[in-house]
């Protein structure tokens, strides 16, 4: 399906919104990905697709993406995606995925977003303000740095609260220190049989954690991963 590039909003210093408006109604389900094929002169051997989650909630007529750029060395899509004008018409595929919320809503939920892996639970918790739904969410999320919080204003609309892990903290900070591990994850959140663990980030991070969370008790269902290649965990 064609898309056209309409702006693009700065979340954080290294992540970056850009919104779409696509050529007809897109249904999809908050949290799926969706390929996304953006042309450019000598691309590197990457090349010009990438799976990005949408960021956005099914009802907005405006489609969006989130993503992280690399301080230095970064691919050639991402340096074509930063030059993007607005009117620029890309191709996109149909959605895919099943890293999306459960059917039962009362079902005990733990959100652990590494980085840029905030993603699927941007769009799942715009969804939930859109429609009103309420669920039981526990919300985890790890970054380098203070300044890499970003997304307060989606958070406060879902009324969700964050409890942030961060991994090179200044002296001020008050909060979680460290990296995401198991140990932290299940203190924090005790496990009961029935929540699910809904882990996102990079793709080694988010293998390690699914690991860990089993040998620590949990059964294999409860925890669900979403992989993002190809960057490094923080
Ligand atoms: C289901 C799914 C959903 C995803 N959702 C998202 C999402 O919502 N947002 C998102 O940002 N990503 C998402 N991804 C990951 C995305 O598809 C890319 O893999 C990721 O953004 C990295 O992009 P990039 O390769 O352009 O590298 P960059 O972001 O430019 O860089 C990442 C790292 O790779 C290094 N690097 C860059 N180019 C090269 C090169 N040519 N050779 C060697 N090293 C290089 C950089 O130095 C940096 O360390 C998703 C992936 C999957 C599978």
Known sequence: MQITFNHFEDNTPSCRTFYFTPE???????GQFIELTLPHDNPDKR???RWFTLSSSPPQARLSITTKFAANGGSSFKAALQELKPGTQLTMSSPMGDFVLPKMIQTPLVFVAGGIGITPFLSMFKWLKDTGEQRPIRFLQAVSNE????????????RQHATIVVSQPSAAWGGERGHLSADLILG????TKDSLFY????????ETLATDLAAAGLDKHQIV???FPNY???
Do not use: M
């Open 199 to 206: 882990i996102s980030g990079p793709e080694t991070l988010v």
């Open 24 to 30: 007809q109604p897109f249904a999809y389900t908050a």
């Open 225 to 227: 991963g979403d992989y």
């Open 232 to 234: 490094p965990a923080d």
């Open 47 to 49: 090349g010009i697709k």
């Open 147 to 158: 300044d890499e919080i970003g997304f307060q204003d989606v958070l406060d609309g879902a």
């Open 188 to 191: 924090l959140e005790p496990p």
